[in-house]
């Protein structure tokens, strides 16, 4: 069966770096369209960055230049590189496969101030 696995959260200070990995199994993400998402507690769960079949990214206004979504097609893999973090990104960080709706189980992300 499909699997997505994220990885990579943790508590990091306003203005640091981290990067979320989406390891995938039970399928193959070449040209997938493929997105993060993010959700805070209590709130609804928001689009953050997709990358198309065609590998370019798409960018929520919020986050344009400072995080970047990739992927490594070898360890079927899905990245997101965020820099430049601030509180207001805290957040569970999910990956997901457009078609077929498969979705990982989150990733916490905590931004101290």
């Known amino acids: ?7 990579g959260g943790g508590l990091v ?4 770096s981290l990067r979320l990995s989406c390891a995938a199994s039970g399928i193959t993400l070449n040209r ?9 507690l209590g ?8 990358i198309t079949s065609g590998d370019s990214g798409i960018y929520a206004d ?4 400072r995080f970047t979504i990739s992927r490594d097609y070898a360890k ?9 973090l601030k509180p207001e990104d805290t957040a569970v960080y999910y990956c ?17 101030s």
């Open 1 to 7: 069966q499909v699997q997505l696995v994220e990885s």
């Open 13 to 16: 200070q306003a203005g640091g």
């Open 32 to 40: 997938k369209s493929m997105g993060w998402y993010r959700q805070v």
């Open 43 to 50: 709130g609804q769960r928001e689009l953050v960055a997709s």
């Open 62 to 65: 919020f986050v344009k230049g």
């Open 76 to 84: 079927n893999t899905l990245y997101l590189q965020m820099n430049s």
């Open 96 to 112: 997901t496969i457009f078609t077929g709706a498969y979705w990982g189980q989150g990733t916490q992300v905590p931004v101290s």
